[in-house]
């Protein structure tokens, strides 16, 4: 009877314990909460702009299953890339280091990961995780520090997607982001449920040429979205790398990104239903071509709706997954992140693609959930990056974090605490040029408010200041400009002491900025 009485209380006063910061995870020790299960959503190019939770002026998109982690967690709003493109960015995911240090700098030919170096999987794996990767990988050696592996070989495909699963090459039926999924939750239903795991489960989609679920196509019907600002920028006002790229909607957008072609890959049913789509609207194009800003205007309407579709499925996958963890009794004790390799261009400069240092592919979306010691509905403004994932993570599971690793764990911020030395600026470099989208390489420091960037290694080289509080569009280099002397000083000691602790080396490698063929 007394016991009966007394498990109720126990019940409570165990929970009450559960929600203190820093009451979970197994670095505590105060705890009987076993390590946190980790669940990694990435996916590819997703812009911030594209997630309801974190607004829009343009007001794109509903994405209710990605904005329940930032109701029922933390939203961090300036998550910044170390070097914004694909391969790169989940090489420093994995390692916690910069591109110059984990060699993965670009996505040419010649790039390959070298899977034998530390990564947080592996050492997660050797503290008793189950691993597990599923979807796009990207880094083209065979992954390491996984139990289970199914990746798309390259780029993937969007429909009917071959993969490899250990190693072996296997047929797959459906949409890339639902056998992503599907591959998933399987795997989770199959593990060892006496141990803690990691999941990565990582989107192809939304990658150009952004080819959405046939269940999704036309899902937003005739809406005209509202333009960017900037869609038409003329580049006045900065250097010559702004003007000398090819990434434009207006030059650089193809017959298939804008599908006048549709994509291979498709079985002769999914072809039907592709066509019974995109043929009206390709036909009514070709009645009346438009050209000059009209053409640009229609381009940008085409891109929006296939990109925004594809993330459509992206939200509900999120959805599948959260659901399983709920009726797996999981939710409580796993961490679950939502994340994308970096961020997009939706028309503003007149662009799509990423690589720049500017606000829009420099910043990623970063949500996550941790019941018990992330406050729900939390909104933190520190600056963050895909650089502190992989400490995060081994801090989060009790495992201790290399002294090489360049991030800072997550966790303090997590807890809703924010260390008096977190960092007030932050190292950006890109290297791949000139292929395939004519971005100089450019380096550069960047703060609450200003970024300072050298552009490097395509000849003239130059530097720039931009002031994001006066010109949140970053539309003017005000390096040498009344009133900004002292802030260009400041930063140009700050960009000097960041390589030097980085340990960038001050000379690159030519084959650093990658192949002279397209890839
Ligand atoms: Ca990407």
Redesign the pocket.
Same mark, same amino acid.
């Given at each position: 009877m007394r016991f009966r009485r007394l498990a109720p209380l126990l019940l409570i006063l165990s929970s009450a314990l559960a929600v203190l910061p820093g009451a979970a995870g197994a670095s505590s020790g105060s705890s009987q909460r076993p390590p946190p299960n980790i669940v990694f959503i990435f996916s /590819? /190019?997703h812009a911030y702009q594209a997630i309801s939770a974190y607004g829009d002026e343009r007001k794109l998109l509903e994405t209710p299953n990605i904005d329940r982690l930032a109701r029922e967690g933390m939203r961090f709003d300036r998550c910044l890339v170390t070097n914004s493109?694909?391969g790169p *960015?989940r090489a420093t995911v994995l390692t916690g280091l910069y591109s110059h240090l984990n060699g993965f700098v670009n996505n040419s030919p010649q790039a390959r990961f070298d899977g034998s170096q530390t990564t947080f999987p592996k050492l997660l794996q050797a503290r008793g995780y189950q691993t597990a990767l599923v979807g796009k990988w #990207?880094l083209v050696s065979d992954p390491t520090g996984f139990d289970f592996w199914q990746i798309l070989p390259g780029q993937g495909a969007y429909y009917n997607p071959p993969m490899i699963r250990q190693g072996q090459r296997i047929r797959t039926q459906g949409y890339v982001t639902d056998v992503i999924t599907d591959e998933s939750i399987a795997w989770l239903k199959q593990r060892d449920k006496t141990k803690p795991f990691l999941l990565m489960s990582q989107h192809k989609a939304p #990658?150009r040429s952004w080819e959405p679920a046939l269940r999704h196509l036309g899902a937003d019907g005739q809406r005209v979205y509202a333009e960017p600002p900037t869609l038409f920028d003329d580049y006045a006002g900065r250097g010559p790398a702004v003007r000398d790229q090819d990434m434009t909607i207006e030059k650089t957008m193809t017959a298939r990104d804008t599908k006048l072609t549709p994509p291979p890959g498709l079985s002769p049913d999914q072809l039907a239903a592709w066509n019974a789509y995109y043929d009206p609207l390709n036909a009514a194009f070709a009645a009346h071509p438009p050209t000059g800003a009209d053409l640009v205007r229609w381009r940008y309407q085409r891109y929006l709706h296939d990109y925004l579709a594809c993330i459509r499925a992206v939200d509900e996958s999120v959805g599948r997954l959260l659901a399983f963890l709920d009726e797996q009794g999981l939710a409580d004790n796993t961490i679950v992140v939502y994340s *994308? /390799?970096?961020g997009?261009f939706l028309g503003e400069h007149g662009w799509f693609d990423?690589r720049w240092i500017f606000e829009e592919s420099l910043r990623t979306p970063l949500l996550v959930r941790w019941p018990g010691v992330t406050r729900p509905g939390s909104v933190n403004r520190d600056l963050v990056s895909n650089l502190d994932y992989a400490e995060t993570f081994l801090d989060a599971a009790g495992v201790p974090v290399p002294e090489t690793m360049q991030g800072r764990s997550l966790k303090p911020l997590l807890e809703g605490r924010r260390p008096a030395d977190w960092r007030t600026s932050f190292y950006y470099q890109y290297f791949e040029y000139p292929e395939p989208h004519r971005v100089r390489p450019h380096y550069g420091v960047v703060t609450d408010r200003y970024k300072l960037v050298r552009f490097s290694g395509a000849g003239d080289d130059y530097t720039e200041l931009y002031d994001r509080q006066v010109d949140p569009l970053e539309l003017r280099n005000l390096l040498g400009q009344p009133g900004y002397t002292a802030v260009q000083a400041e930063l140009e000691t700050e960009l000097a002491r960041l390589r030097r602790d980085l340990k960038v080396p001050a000379t690159i490698p030519e084959h650093w900025y990658g192949p002279r063929k397209a890839n």
């Amino acid at each position: 009877m007394r016991f009966r009485r007394l498990a109720p209380l126990l019940l409570i006063l165990s929970s009450a314990l559960a929600v203190l910061p820093g009451a979970a995870g197994a670095s505590s020790g105060s705890s009987q909460r076993p390590p946190p299960n980790i669940v990694f959503i990435f996916s /590819d /190019d997703h812009a911030y702009q594209a997630i309801s939770a974190y607004g829009d002026e343009r007001k794109l998109l509903e994405t209710p299953n990605i904005d329940r982690l930032a109701r029922e967690g933390m939203r961090f709003d300036r998550c910044l890339v170390t070097n914004s493109i694909c391969g790169p *960015s989940r090489a420093t995911v994995l390692t916690g280091l910069y591109s110059h240090l984990n060699g993965f700098v670009n996505n040419s030919p010649q790039a390959r990961f070298d899977g034998s170096q530390t990564t947080f999987p592996k050492l997660l794996q050797a503290r008793g995780y189950q691993t597990a990767l599923v979807g796009k990988w #990207h880094l083209v050696s065979d992954p390491t520090g996984f139990d289970f592996w199914q990746i798309l070989p390259g780029q993937g495909a969007y429909y009917n997607p071959p993969m490899i699963r250990q190693g072996q090459r296997i047929r797959t039926q459906g949409y890339v982001t639902d056998v992503i999924t599907d591959e998933s939750i399987a795997w989770l239903k199959q593990r060892d449920k006496t141990k803690p795991f990691l999941l990565m489960s990582q989107h192809k989609a939304p #990658h150009r040429s952004w080819e959405p679920a046939l269940r999704h196509l036309g899902a937003d019907g005739q809406r005209v979205y509202a333009e960017p600002p900037t869609l038409f920028d003329d580049y006045a006002g900065r250097g010559p790398a702004v003007r000398d790229q090819d990434m434009t909607i207006e030059k650089t957008m193809t017959a298939r990104d804008t599908k006048l072609t549709p994509p291979p890959g498709l079985s002769p049913d999914q072809l039907a239903a592709w066509n019974a789509y995109y043929d009206p609207l390709n036909a009514a194009f070709a009645a009346h071509p438009p050209t000059g800003a009209d053409l640009v205007r229609w381009r940008y309407q085409r891109y929006l709706h296939d990109y925004l579709a594809c993330i459509r499925a992206v939200d509900e996958s999120v959805g599948r997954l959260l659901a399983f963890l709920d009726e797996q009794g999981l939710a409580d004790n796993t961490i679950v992140v939502y994340s *994308s /390799d970096q961020g997009f261009f939706l028309g503003e400069h007149g662009w799509f693609d990423k690589r720049w240092i500017f606000e829009e592919s420099l910043r990623t979306p970063l949500l996550v959930r941790w019941p018990g010691v992330t406050r729900p509905g939390s909104v933190n403004r520190d600056l963050v990056s895909n650089l502190d994932y992989a400490e995060t993570f081994l801090d989060a599971a009790g495992v201790p974090v290399p002294e090489t690793m360049q991030g800072r764990s997550l966790k303090p911020l997590l807890e809703g605490r924010r260390p008096a030395d977190w960092r007030t600026s932050f190292y950006y470099q890109y290297f791949e040029y000139p292929e395939p989208h004519r971005v100089r390489p450019h380096y550069g420091v960047v703060t609450d408010r200003y970024k300072l960037v050298r552009f490097s290694g395509a000849g003239d080289d130059y530097t720039e200041l931009y002031d994001r509080q006066v010109d949140p569009l970053e539309l003017r280099n005000l390096l040498g400009q009344p009133g900004y002397t002292a802030v260009q000083a400041e930063l140009e000691t700050e960009l000097a002491r960041l390589r030097r602790d980085l340990k960038v080396p001050a000379t690159i490698p030519e084959h650093w900025y990658g192949p002279r063929k397209a890839n």
